[in-house]
């Protein structure tokens, strides 16, 4: 009986202390050094974290750096990858104008039968005006036959080989067209030079022609089909001495920058050198 | 040649392939030159709708006289680079002036000097600066030769 009264004192004297240090706690006098306590776990827990992470970073780090030199590897790959593509794209681009334009002036001028090339050289010589194009006997391509862009007379095939073509500018200063004054309803003669520029020759004194005129060829002498843009009539030059007039053209084909062209298929031209009188000595 | 030939000052071009046949032929091992001029020629006018003698004769002459002129100036040899050069280039644009004249072609003979042949000459000029020395380091590393006696 003693025992069993011992037991209980003892659990009620726990019971008061426990009990004590609640109301104490609750009552907010620990709070001090709770707070102290709380601060020394929290600073050795991140200590411990801070090392542990270290310890991570650098077992794991080779594996890491490897895997972004990987990854970088790719992305500048990707990146060169997709530059090309875009310059690429920019230039189909730029052609597929140039083709809708040319395919417009063919719509528009539906009585000749067109082939495209494209211009892949230029004659290494200064003084002629040349141009190599990429199509040949092989596409039906002949001597003579007449070549143009939607803005205009280009010239004409001079040598055919199996795949490729030389054509002759109209700037060429061995090259001559029969044209015509479009508003003066006159024929001249279109010359080239080693300038490149053009000049009008042949206009009669009789006829009156103002710059801006539009120039048209001919048709005659069978080299050209008629009524082919060539361009417009700059700086007339008239001397009364003179048996003709002449004049400056402005072409309205940028030679400098010809990439594409068309091949008039249609059109054979027409050696009329037998019909020509003989040179009486 | 594609490119190069495409460097224009007024209506004057580069002639690449002279400018190299003569730096080629003042290398004093180069005893090819004559071979590679002909070749150079026969190329040009391969493309050209000038008759091919036209690069082929004017070509040869530039080689010949840079041969004739190796073991001269042979201790300025940049001097004998621009002398060639400028020589070969007006006796290939004299040709051709001669020959399209010759053709038929209406060439007036003043327009063709100032505005293709004097430009012609001065990128041609411009071009053998940096070609001499290419073709030096070219000699030297094909005949396996010290520096001094390419």
């Known amino acids: 009986m003693k025992d069993n009264f011992s037991g209980s004192l003892q659990s009620t004297i726990i019971f008061l202390i426990v009990g004590g240090i609640l109301a104490l706690a609750f009552g907010g006098y620990f709070s001090t050094a709770s707070n102290q306590v709380s601060r020394s776990l929290v600073g050795v827990q991140t200590w411990v974290s801070d090392r542990f992470l270290t310890i991570r970073d650098i077992l794991s780090a ?28 920019q230039q189909q681009l730029k052609d597929t104008e140039v083709l809708a334009a040319l395919v417009d002036f063919s719509q528009s001028n539906p009585e000749s039968i067109y082939k495209a090339a494209s211009v892949i050289g230029r004659d290494p010589s200064p003084f002629l005006h040349y141009v190599i194009i ?21 010239g004409r095939i001079d040598a055919v080989i199996a795949d490729a073509s030389r054509v002759q500018l109209i700037t ?11 508003s003066a309803d006159t024929d001249a003669l279109l010359v080239g030079s080693v300038t490149g520029d053009l000049g009008l020759e042949m206009i009669s004194q009789d006829v ?4 801006g005129d539009v120039v048209l060829t001919s048709g005659l002498g069978g080299d050209y089909p008629s009524d082919l843009l060539v361009g417009q009539l700059l700086n007339l030059r008239k001397r009364d001495y003179e048996l003709f007039q002449q004049a400056s053209v402005q072409s309205t084909v940028d030679f400098s920058r010809l990439e594409i062209v068309l091949v008039i298929m249609n059109f054979k031209p027409v050696d009329v050198t037998p019909l020509l009188p003989d040179e009486t000595p | 040649m594609a490119i190069t030939s495409r460097i224009s000052l007024l209506s004057g071009y580069a002639d690449l392939l002279l400018v190299v046949v003569a730096a080629w032929s003042l290398q004093k091992r180069a005893q090819t030159s004559i071979h590679w001029a002909i070749f150079a020629g026969f190329l040009v006018g391969w493309t050209s709708a000038m008759p091919w003698v036209v690069p082929v004769v004017g070509y040869v002459i530039t080689a010949l006289f840079a041969r004739a002129l190796v073991r001269r100036i042979w201790q300025t040899p940049l001097l004998g680079m621009f002398v060639v050069v400028f020589i070969g280039t007006l006796i290939t644009h004299f040709l051709s002036i001669l020959v399209l004249r010759f053709m ?39 005949y396996d030769i010290e520096d001094e006696d390419a």
């Open chain 1, 208 to 211: 009156t022609v103002q710059e």
């Open chain 2, 104 to 142: 038929g072609s209406a060439l007036a003979f003043a327009d063709a000097l100032s505005v293709v042949t004097l430009p012609s000459l001065f990128i041609n000029l411009s071009l053998a600066l940096f070609a001499f020395p290419i073709l030096r380091d070219l000699a030297v590393w094909v």
């Open chain 1, 134 to 154: 990429n199509v040949g006997s092989n596409d039906g391509i002949r001597r003579g036959m007449p070549v143009v862009t939607n803005q205009g007379l280009v």
């Open chain 1, 172 to 182: 060429d200063p061995g090259s001559a067209v029969n044209v015509r004054l479009q």
């Open chain 1, 62 to 89: 080779p594996s890491d750096v490897v895997y972004l030199q990987n990854q970088n590897a790719q992305l500048e790959a990707e990146i060169s990858g997709l530059q090309t593509q875009v310059i690429q794209l």
